[in-house]
């Protein structure tokens, strides 16, 4: 770690107390006029840091993403993951597609650590489905990326993508007062606005069937941008929490790989599935089946145990929609 990386974990383990500027020169082996300059650069990167004559501690609205602040909370799992923490990329799941596709072509796959996690504060082109842009302003929300090397066939890989919803939710339901819904495939809801987007890419070597690597990209609208939400999403996104709290960032985004690691490792059990079917809102709801001739009406009926959705269209027939995409339909009258 550089010079403002360690000051910035002193401050982060020190919780409530005051750190002298004597004490921090002494642990750093720095003048205090460096640790003050230091500091400054520790506000500059969205850290809020209170100074008296006792000296400098994080305030409580103090929510600066950082490797240290997601390690705080991650326990056991710490030895399981590569983490990199990153103030703003194009894209996480691109940086991490990135590697992979370079490990393949230098024969170097194998070698690729399983759990490889990049979280950035930022995205300057960040992706969602369908090839729509997801908005990833600075300092609001968490834009996170996992390189998986699943051993298992497709069928069972597909899975991660509701896994993560599932997960997504007991993050924000740990770390909050919300009750987060999902909306199929992969939103996730709070009080009737989307705060979280999933996307999952992967490539599939067919010769046997099991992915070469799975990327599954997730971001969280944590706080509200400065301004709002662009015209074309206010009516749409929102945000976990209107109040700012210390390192909540870094608590959803550990609940999140803590709760995802031990959904991941036993994909064939029926709980996660039962718990993304009782956290979904559309059940019994009029919704549009959004086809490429045009949405068709029908009625969301029931969630299998692959967590595909069962739709009744009016006429009576029923259809088990694996992938696409579907609407709520505004109530009439």
């Not at 006029?33 to 305030?59: F, H, V």
């Not at 300057?124 to 996992?146: D, E, K």
Request: hydrophobic share 35%.
């Amino acid at each position: 770690m550089n010079t403002k990386e360690q000051l910035a974990s002193l401050l982060e383990q020190s919780g409530s107390e005051y750190l002298s500027g004597e004490r921090l020169a002494t642990q750093l082996g720095l003048t205090r006029a460096a640790i003050w300059k230091n500091i400054g650069l520790l506000t500059a990167d969205g850290y809020e840091i209170e100074s008296s004559r006792q000296g400098y501690r994080l305030g409580p609205n103090s929510d600066a993403l950082s490797e240290n602040s997601i390690r705080m909370y991650l326990g056991d799992l710490n030895s399981a993951l590569e983490l990199e923490v990153l103030s703003e990329t194009d894209s996480t799941n691109s940086y991490l597609r990135n590697i992979a596709i370079s490990a393949q072509h230098n024969g170097t796959l194998p070698a690729l650590r399983p759990w490889h996690v990049v979280v950035a504060s930022s995205q300057t082109a960040g992706r969602g489905r369908m090839g729509r842009t997801f908005v990833s302003p600075a300092g609001t929300g968490i834009y996170l990326s996992v390189l998986l090397r699943p051993s298992f066939d497709t069928n069972l890989a597909v899975r991660m993508t509701t896994a993560a919803a599932v997960a997504a939710c007991q993050a924000i339901e740990a770390c909050t007062d919300e009750r987060p819904q999902i909306k199929w495939v992969n939103d996730v809801y709070v009080r009737n606005r989307k705060v979280c987007g999933i996307l999952t890419e992967a490539s599939i070597n067919f010769e046997t069937g099991v992915p070469d690597w799975v990327i599954l990209g997730i971001g969280f609208n944590v706080y509200l941008p400065e301004g709002g939400f662009p015209p074309e999403l206010k009516d749409i996104a929102g945000a976990i929490t209107e109040t700012r709290s210390q390192n909540l960032r870094s608590r959803i985004t550990a609940e999140f790989l803590t709760s995802f690691h031990r959904i991941c490792s036993d994909l064939n059990n029926s709980e996660y599935s039962e718990e993304y079917k009782r956290r979904s809102f559309l059940l019994g709801q009029r919704i549009d089946v959004l086809k490429s001739d045009g949405p068709v009406p029908a009625t969301a009926v029931d969630i299998d145990e692959e967590c595909r959705l069962i739709v009744r269209y009016d006429d009576q027939s029923t259809e088990v929609l694996s992938s696409g995409e579907v609407s709520v339909r505004p109530s009439r009258g």
